[in-house]
């Protein structure tokens, strides 16, 4: 066979490559690809193909970030102000650090002409109170017109606040969409539950993990065959020692007894790859790009950060035909997509994963988890949990998440 075979209808592993001269991209066969015999002086590799759906490809960075969060700032947008002259009042309850688990009453006074003379006012209250300077409150003017307030995520419940009265806000993040529906095989359609990766999946769910719905046990009957959770073995043949019991012969009755059964079962919690039901389901180049253009800065950080870090590193990841926008963080059905074939060690290697290394960049790793572009609850962000090989929420302001860049190239035929 020979060697670094250029092929116009990339597939799953193949090489994506740039040539240097004119930033065109082309694709190298997977099982022909020889990085040594590739000219460095004209060609790159810039990642690696992880699906196709008719002329659309999804290219997978070489690179990744690890401990990143989703989010480290809370955001909202103000209105419902008065810009009359005349002094008015504002009563918020935040969390505070002394106050971690109930709101505290906090008055702001202010007079104002304009949003700008608003805004001042409100980062004088802000400055003024060591329970927000603490939280690092501080509000902006957007380029449209709207007043921004964010903060740090400083303590545990500290992701929302209530307005009292003499002000309105929108819902927090609003630009951050919440995904919250996936269709199973099974037809049950809900979020966290779905098994991302199968091998992982298997693995993890063979064993007596607990009680636990993530974990797989049951401690009642179980009759619907469409479950959120994948359940495991032990649980399924009744023969539990963490949750003695027989649940699922209701169930055994549908996909079969033993681990031939279970593993029918196991295949009605694989999500259907080409849903469209929950938010940028299917697309997340969108949400993905303009949640990492939000920047902020404040009393206490006077160069533009990313409100969204993971979001912004992907970004701003770029390669030398492809420069910063073209790769951004990605849906959950494109985790899934990616995710979907990556075998364990002990397992066949998955094509994505060899050529991965074959080209020198990071493995996916099983011991992490991968963020999605979109929220799962008002503070945690829908991923990829890397223990139990299942979708799940993570929390945005953890720095244990990892950011997968990705990019979108539309095949062109000359």
């Not at 102000?81 to 935040?94: K, P, R, S």
């Not at 359609?189 to 779905?194: E, F, I, L, P």
């Not at 990616?338 to 493995?363: C, H, M, N, W």
Request: net charge neutral; proline share 3%; hydrophobic share 35%.
């Amino acid at each position: 066979m020979a060697n670094n075979v250029f092929v116009k209808i990339p597939e799953r592993g193949d090489a994506c490559i740039g040539r240097l001269s004119d930033k065109k991209l082309f694709y190298i066969k997977a099982d022909t690809l020889v990085t040594s015999e590739l000219d460095k002086s004209e060609w790159e590799v810039q990642g690696v193909v992880s699906h196709r759906e008719g002329k659309r490809v999804t290219v997978v960075g070489l690179n990744n970030s690890g401990n990143i969060a989703f989010c480290d700032r809370v955001w909202y947008y103000l209105s419902g102000y008065t810009l009359d002259g005349a002094e008015h009042t504002i009563v918020l309850a935040i969390p505070t650090k002394a106050n971690w688990n109930k709101q505290v009453e906090k008055t702001i006074t202010y007079t104002a002409n304009t949003v700008e003379e608003f805004i001042d006012a409100l980062n004088t209250a802000f400055a003024a109170d060591a329970d927000f300077t603490d939280q690092d409150w501080y509000a902006d003017l957007m380029a449209d017109g709207r007043v921004r307030v964010h903060y740090v995520f400083a303590i545990f419940n500290n992701n929302d606040f209530t307005v009292k009265s003499g002000i309105i806000k929108t819902q927090s993040f609003p630009e951050c969409i919440y995904f919250s529906k996936f269709t199973r095989k099974s037809g049950y359609v809900n979020g966290m539950g779905a098994i991302a990766f199968w091998f992982r999946a298997l693995k993890y769910y063979r064993e007596d993990n607990g009680y636990g719905q993530a974990q797989g046990g049951l401690t009642t009957e179980q009759s619907n065959p469409k479950q959120q959770f994948p359940i495991n073995l032990p649980t399924w043949n009744a023969t539990s020692a963490k949750n003695p019991g027989d649940f699922c012969k209701a169930l055994r009755d549908v996909y079969g007894a033993g681990e031939a059964g279970w593993l029918r079962f196991m295949r009605s919690c694989m999500p259907v790859s080409n849903t469209d039901n929950g938010a940028m389901c299917g697309d997340g180049i969108k949400l993905g790009k303009q949640i990492a253009s939000l920047t902020y800065t404040s009393r206490k950080v006077a160069e533009p950060k990313y409100m969204c870090p993971a979001s912004g590193w992907c970004g701003s990841y770029s390669t030398s035909c492809l420069p910063a926008g073209s790769w951004y963080l990605p849906a959950p059905k494109e985790l899934f997509s990616i995710f979907r074939g990556v075998a364990l060690r002990d397992e066949p290697q998955d094509i994505l994963s060899k050529t991965l290394a074959a080209v020198g960049g990071q493995k996916l790793n099983l011991g992490d988890s991968y963020h999605s572009c979109v929220k799962g609850s008002s503070d945690r962000d829908f991923a990829i949990n890397y223990n139990f090989g299942i979708f799940y929420i993570w929390r945005m302001y953890d720095k244990n998440g990892k950011a997968l860049a990705i990019s979108q190239q539309t095949l062109k035929f000359d």
